[in-house]
């Protein structure tokens, strides 16, 4: 089993809608998520950190259920400029810095 | 900003040669990355290094080494390529330990191995 999965997708959405990616992690000694965004043939770079009482920036809020053991991302008002692969990362205890990375959801928004 | 730059955009080599990716950092940040990421497999950390001259191996070492003689860089190397070392290769940085600090990745490196 992978430590963190997500739904590869695509999702295709018409812009302006709204949008909600899942992601499960499965060692409970998980300590801090993110989320990171990776456009196309470009590097990941970190979308918004994951806060155990959800947080927001501006369209996007990010929540964490720690019993269930997963984060989403919800993106209101859905912009072009959003497509983008989303990805998934936890921390673990112990891991000092290591991160560990799902392999991404791809999220295409659409005239 | 944090900049952190690789070597090469683009590399192929062949089987059996040496090679070597470098990555610099200008942000005075105490650890180091090296990852791969491959089509349906995300990335998956093969070293990392939290001080010069340090490091430790990630999921995926097997093939590789590395070596950080100087705070701000950080080289990958194959000391046989294979071709199944066909990757994009990315370099990352990171301030602090913990894993609470924001990784900043360079552009990567895209490795064709023939």
């Known amino acids: 089993r992978k430590e963190v999965e997500q739904d590869p997708g695509p999702f295709n959405v018409p812009e302006g809608a709204t949008v909600a990616f899942n992601c499960t992690y499965s060692?409970?000694?998980?300590?801090?998520f993110f989320w990171y965004r990776q456009d196309c043939r470009k590097e990941p770079k970190l979308l918004m950190s994951v806060y155990s009482s959800g947080n927001e920036d501006g369209r996007f809020t990010a929540q964490l259920n720690r019993a269930s053991q997963y984060i989403s991302l919800l993106i209101r008002d859905s912009k072009l400029s959003d497509s983008a692969t989303y990805l998934c990362?936890?921390?673990?205890?112990?891991?000092?810095?290591?991160?560990?990375f799902g392999t991404g959801t791809r999220l295409q928004v659409t005239l | 900003d944090v900049k952190v730059t690789q070597s090469s955009r683009y590399l192929v080599k062949r089987t059996g040669e040496k090679v070597f990716l470098e990555c610099v950092q200008d942000?005075?940040?105490?650890?180091m990355f090296w990852y791969r990421q491959d089509p349906g497999l995300g990335l998956r950390l093969i070293y990392f290094?939290?001080?010069?001259?340090?490091?430790e191996k990630g999921d995926i070492p097997e093939g590789y080494s590395v070596s950080r003689e100087k705070k701000e860089r950080f080289s990958l190397i194959l000391e046989s390529a294979s071709t199944n070392q066909t990757s994009m290769y990315l370099c990352?940085?990171?301030?602090?330990?913990?894993?609470?600090?924001?990784?900043?990745f360079g552009p990567g490196t895209r490795l064709t191995v023939l």
């Open positions: 990362v936890v921390n673990i205890i112990g891991t000092a810095s290591k991160l560990t």
């Open positions: 990352a940085s990171s301030l602090l330990s913990g894993g609470y600090n924001e990784q900043f």
């Open positions: 942000m005075d940040h105490e650890n």
């Open positions: 290094s939290y001080d010069v001259k340090m490091k």
């Open positions: 060692n409970s000694a998980s300590q801090s």
